[in-house]
T-cell receptor, first 113, second 111 residues
Framework: DTAVSQTPKYLVTQMGNDKSIKCEQN?????MYWYKQDSKKFLKIMFS???????INETVPNRFSPKSPDKAHLNLHINSLELGDSAVYFC????????????FGPGTRLTVT | QKEVEQNSGPLSVPEGAIASLNCTYS??????FFWYRQYSGKSPELIMS????GDKEDGRFTAQLNKASQYVSLLIRDSQPSDSATYLC???????????FGSGTRLSIRP
């Protein structure tokens, strides 16, 4: 039974398109995150939600818009895709309430051509 | 100075030896520290967490924390080829509800 799942696993698209990535966790955690891992493998936080409320919004272009319909789901919509958006995007969750151990989804490899 | 610093490696260790991975951090107020393992093409997997000074052991893994010197390390005893991966150090940033990852150390266990 998958704890943190993401769809799709792979996404190949052209510059200028809009795409979405979905994430779901069944761990009962309060906090969810989006990370970007670039070609140099550096893992950088983008957003964090706690019980559907945005608590972290790093310096990410506003073409990226997260949405959390409930505490088990966190989606990421990207407008006007650019070549530099190519990366692996990971969703993660943590218990919240001062507990930061994070559990990652399998990742979505986004390739923009 | 980077917030969380690791040697990128690769660190090559013979099978059966002890692998030692190090990490330094800049935020003196950090309280929670984590080690993740990431195989190529896979997602990071939590292997150890440590919150107080000293050693914490879990099977072949030992995490060591020294808050005064602002470093955290991971020892892997009896290294196996399956331990070959990138190891990410992560530190909870005291002024925000987030953790900062180091750039990772690539470990290679040679048979």
């Amino acid at each position: 039974d998958t704890a943190v799942s993401q769809t799709p696993k792979y996404l190949v698209t052209q510059m200028g398109n809009d795409k979405s990535i979905k994430c779901e966790q069944n761990l009962g955690h309060d906090t969810m995150y989006w990370y970007k891992q670039d070609s140099k493998k550096f893992l950088k936080i983008m957003f964090s939600y706690n019980n559907k409320e945005l608590i972290i919004n790093e310096t990410v272009p506003n073409r990226f818009s997260p949405k959390s319909p409930d505490k088990a789901h966190l989606n990421l919509h990207i407008n006007s895709l650019e070549l530099g958006d190519s990366a692996v995007y990971f969703c993660a969750s943590s218990p919240g309430q001062g507990e930061f151990e994070q559990y990652f989804g399998p990742g979505t490899r986004l390739t923009v051509t | 100075q980077k917030e969380v610093e690791q040697n990128s490696g690769p660190l090559s260790v013979p099978e059966g030896a002890i692998a030692s991975l190090n990490c330094t951090y800049s935020d003196r107020g950090s309280q929670s520290f984590f080690w993740y393992r990431q195989y190529s093409g896979k997602s990071p997997e939590l292997i150890m967490s440590i919150y107080s000074n000293g050693d914490k052991e879990d099977g072949r893994f030992t995490a060591q924390l020294n808050k005064a010197s602002q470093y955290v390390s991971l020892l892997i005893r009896d290294s196996q080829p399956s331990d070959s991966a990138t190891y990410l150090c992560a530190v909870q940033y005291s002024s925000a509800s987030k953790i900062i990852f180091g750039s990772g150390t690539r470990l290679s266990i040679r048979p």
